[in-house]
């Protein structure tokens, strides 16, 4: 076993788990239905467009939303118009929309003076930015938006009490029925992502007091939550695989040092996970945020900008050389459909 690969704790995950699910099964009682039908591969297909953020000049206010084509080419502004943070995009399974998080203003999203700038909440759009329509509609920020396999539903994260506390919730598409499937306090749950078959949503979950962060799975009703990793460091951005077998997610392995890379490990957590990247050391060359292939066979990730590789972690290069780029999603394509020009 390698030296930077620390050993899952039992002990920790189960008082994790024991302070969590007493609220979880609270929740349950009241019979919360999932929001899943069946699987329409999510999100399985031929590769299409990345989605991702540019920061305008590293200004955290001001980035936009940006596609282009695996090999670099087609580099597309879905969000020109927009002069507030539009971020963390994800591709539905069919590849037809984008749904993030933005704080532009309007007339549900009003400037809050103390913030210096209005709520984030959920939007979804076109592939090509067009049909803008605001999903989340409140007082409080909300993030990291990502896709039920059927489209119906969406999974995000609220920060109820302050800027540090959030929980899970899933709503309809047109912003109805809002579940919250954690209800967990002193602990947050973050980056939500649905599997393939719709059975389960992996997270990143944190105690409020602590500097870790841990990967779990929940269902969509939200019961059986289960961590798959228990260590003192930060395990986060998880992704699954298009089958559905393993979970991609970035890793400072060594305490105490901004040393991210990027590691697979199964979907059950059942052995360690393995390092794809190496390099970083907190000087930017970090590797952050992986997401597969709709082909299972490469994943994009970032360190200031973007880079594929081969799912074996081979084969590492960029796509937009020196253009800054984070939080990557890859469009699924249709087998009957063309796909994005690749290398």
């Not at 969000?79 to 749904?99: C, E, H, L, M, V």
């Not at 007339?107 to 103390?114: E, H, S, Y």
């Not at 969509?220 to 986060?236: I, K, Q, W």
């Given at each position: 076993?390698?030296?930077?690969?620390r050993?899952?704790r039992?002990?920790?995950?189960?008082?994790?788990?024991?302070?969590?699910?007493?609220?979880?099964?609270?929740?349950?009682?009241?019979?919360?239905?999932?929001?899943?039908?069946?699987?329409?591969?999510?999100?399985?297909?031929?590769?299409?467009?990345?989605?991702?953020t540019?920061?305008?000049?590293?200004?955290?206010?001001?980035?936009?939303?940006?596609?282009v084509?695996?090999?670099g080419?087609?580099l597309r502004?879905?969000?020109?118009?927009?002069?507030?943070?539009?971020?963390?995009?994800?591709?539905?399974?069919?590849?037809?929309?984008?749904?993030f998080?933005?704080?532009?203003?309007?007339?549900?999203?009003?400037?809050?003076?103390?913030?210096?700038?209005?709520?984030?909440?959920?939007?979804?759009?076109?592939?090509?930015?067009?049909?803008?329509?605001?999903?989340?509609?409140n007082?409080?920020?909300?993030?990291?938006?990502a896709?039920?396999?059927?489209?119906?539903?969406?999974?995000?994260?609220?920060f109820?009490?302050?800027?540090?506390?959030?929980?899970?919730?899933?709503?309809?598409?047109?912003?109805?029925?809002?579940?919250?499937?954690?209800?967990?306090?002193?602990?947050?749950?973050?980056?939500?992502?649905?599997?393939?078959?719709?059975?389960?949503?992996?997270?990143?979950?944190?105690?409020?007091?602590?500097?870790?962060?841990?990967?779990?799975?929940?269902r969509?009703?939200?019961?059986?939550?289960?961590?798959?990793?228990?260590?003192?460091?930060?395990?986060?951005a998880?992704?699954?695989?298009?089958?559905?077998?393993?979970?991609?997610?970035?890793?400072?392995?060594?305490?105490?040092?901004?040393?991210?890379?990027?590691?697979?490990?199964?979907?059950?957590?059942?052995?360690?996970?393995?390092?794809?990247?190496t390099?970083?050391?907190?000087?930017?060359?970090s590797?952050?945020n992986?997401?597969?292939?709709?082909?299972?066979?490469?994943?994009?990730?970032?360190?200031?900008?973007l880079?594929?590789?081969?799912?074996?972690?081979?084969r590492?290069?960029?796509?937009?050389?020196?253009?800054?780029?984070?939080?990557?999603?890859?469009?699924?394509?249709?087998?009957?459909?063309?796909?994005?020009?690749?290398?």
């Open positions: 076993m390698s030296s930077l690969i050993p899952l039992p002990a920790l995950v189960a008082a994790r788990l024991k302070r969590v699910l007493v609220v979880v099964a609270a929740v349950c009682v009241g019979g919360l239905a999932a929001g899943v039908g069946p699987t329409l591969a999510a999100f399985p297909g031929q590769n299409g467009k990345i989605v991702f540019h920061f305008d000049g590293g200004n955290e206010k001001k980035s936009d939303i940006y596609t084509s695996p090999n080419r087609h502004n879905l969000t020109p118009d927009s002069r507030a943070a539009d971020d963390f995009a994800s591709w539905s399974a069919d590849g037809r929309k984008i749904a998080w933005s704080t532009r203003t309007g007339r549900d999203n009003r400037f809050v003076p103390a913030l210096g700038r209005a709520d984030q909440e959920i939007f979804v759009m076109n592939a090509d930015g067009s049909g803008l329509r605001q999903v989340t509609k007082e409080v920020d909300d993030g990291g938006p896709w039920s396999p059927n489209g119906d539903r969406l999974v995000l994260h609220r109820v009490d302050d800027i540090d506390h959030a929980d899970l919730i899933t709503v309809r598409v047109n912003g109805t029925g809002e579940r919250n499937l954690t209800r967990s306090p002193r602990i947050s749950e973050r980056d939500g992502v649905w599997s393939p078959d719709g059975r389960e949503i992996v997270f990143m979950m944190r105690e409020d007091s602590g500097l870790g962060a841990d990967i779990a799975t929940i969509p009703d939200g019961s059986h939550l289960r961590a798959l990793t228990a260590t003192d460091t930060v395990e986060a998880p992704d699954w695989s298009p089958d559905g077998k393993r979970i991609a997610f970035h890793w400072n392995a060594t305490p105490h040092i901004e040393d991210f890379e990027v590691y697979v490990m199964r979907r059950d957590g059942g052995s360690p996970p393995t390092r794809l990247t390099g970083g050391g907190g000087d930017g060359s590797s952050f992986p997401a597969w292939s709709p082909d299972g066979r490469k994943i994009v990730f970032n360190k200031g900008e880079f594929t590789m081969r799912a074996d972690g081979s590492q290069k960029p796509v937009l050389p020196g253009f800054d780029a984070h939080h990557p999603d890859w469009q699924p394509v249709p087998e009957d459909a063309r796909a994005a020009d690749d290398d």
